[in-house]
């Protein structure tokens, strides 16, 4: 069965999730976060087969979240390292992993937690806004189209409250009722 490619949508969410949507590169990154960066380490570590371990490091250096960064002359070996880009997306696994650890976590509690090394408490990911600091509710913010968007229809809240009127179009051009 086909994959339908969110990679052109004029939506973030989609194709972030063109990227990173699948089961196993999310799972992949987290290993980074955690030092891994060998190959043999991630396939020990996530219980992956080889195919799909190369296939999602080689989605994810092309990218440009990870790079390949050569650790041996003789064979060449390689490790994988974070970049900026990868680096910037560990408040969205963060936030992943505490929305995780509140829904679905099991009797005995999460399975990790994080403690912040600065002032030493126990933590977990918080989105804010980047104006006054205030937690972002979603009842408490307002979807614009922004310079990228494709089509520009109005204002709507983030639950999809306040419709953009009978004109409406969605992300892939297609006219909402």
Known sequence: MRRTSFATWPCSVART?????????????????????????FQTELGIARNTLTERLDRLTGAGLLERVRYQQKPTRYEYALTEMGREFWPALAAIMHWGDRWLAGPAGPPLVFRHKTCGHE?????????????????????EPGPGAFEVGGARSAEGVERSGPDHVTPNGVAAS
């Open 123 to 143: 933590t977990h990911a918080v989105v804010g806004c980047a104006h006054c600091g205030e937690p972002l509710r979603v009842r408490e913010v307002v979807a």
């Open 17 to 41: 999730m063109d990227l990173l949507g699948d089961q196993w590169t999310l799972l992949v990154l987290r290993e980074a976060y955690f030092g891994v960066r060998r190959f043999e380490r």
